[in-house]
């Protein structure tokens, strides 16, 4: 069954970086877009990254860009999240998802989460 | 940027009822435009996309229904299960998601 799992969370110091990492199974994932989102503690949700099926195409929204930047390893079948110069307002859970429609450039909808990975970003 | 705006803020409501939830766009997403289920600890999950079709395994009680700016999710007949916050989020220019609708089983 599909199933992506998220780790490399934790609690960063403001102005640090993190990397996180979603682990993928279950399906062909070098034919799909990749997201991660997050949820502030008590918030909603927050779309932070898209990656296409084969890594060509990148989009953030303003909150992220050029601080976060998103990979992937097809070999692997792993999406990363690169997390630099993080601030108070980056904590959250971060969940990776994935995109509910194989080979597009643009993102659609997502149909499988994980569990998430906690970040806190705290001096 | 795209701004959903969802409402009721929270609705309560008996089992056996039906729930309406009205998401608005600032403008138009076309038919872009998906809804999830959130439970407490628990990751989302997709229930319509396309502004009208169930995903995989959703109970044909969920529909969705709307195209432009104004979208609806209907709960045909609320069973316990079903208290959790509801998103609605487009693809239309990048992603965003509304603010949520919170619903209570009595």
């Known amino acids: 069954q599909v199933q992506v799992v998220e780790s490399g969370g934790g609690v960063v110091q403001p102005g640090r970086s993190l990397r996180l990492s979603c682990a993928a199974s279950g399906f062909a994932f070098s034919n799909y877009g990749m997201h991660w989102v997050r949820q502030a503690p008590g918030k909603g949700l927050e779309w932070v990254a898209f990656i296409s099926y084969d890594g060509g195409n990148k989009y953030y929204p303003d909150s992220v860009r050029g601080r976060f930047t998103i990979s992937r390893d097809n070999s692997q079948t792993t999406l990363y999240l690169q997390m630099n110069s993080l601030r108070a307002e980056d904590t959250a859970m971060y969940y990776c998802a994935k995109d509910t429609h194989s080979g597009n450039d643009y993102g659609y909808f997502f149909d499988y989460w994980g569990q998430g990975t906690l970040v806190t970003v705290s001096s | 940027e795209i701004v959903l705006t969802q409402s009721p803020a929270t609705l309560s409501l008996s089992p056996g009822e039906r729930a309406t939830l009205s998401c608005r766009a600032s403008q138009s997403v076309r038919s872009y435009l998906a809804w999830y289920q959130q439970k407490p600890g628990q990751a989302p999950r997709l229930l319509i996309y396309?502004?009208?079709n169930r995903a995989t395994g959703i109970p044909a009680r969920f529909s969705g229904s709307g195209s432009g700016t104004d979208f609806t999710l209907t709960v045909s007949s609320l069973e316990p299960e079903d208290s959790a916050t509801y998103y609605c989020q487009q693809r239309h220019n990048l992603f965003t998601f509304g603010p949520g609708t919170k619903v209570d089983i009595k």
């Open positions: 396309d502004a009208s």
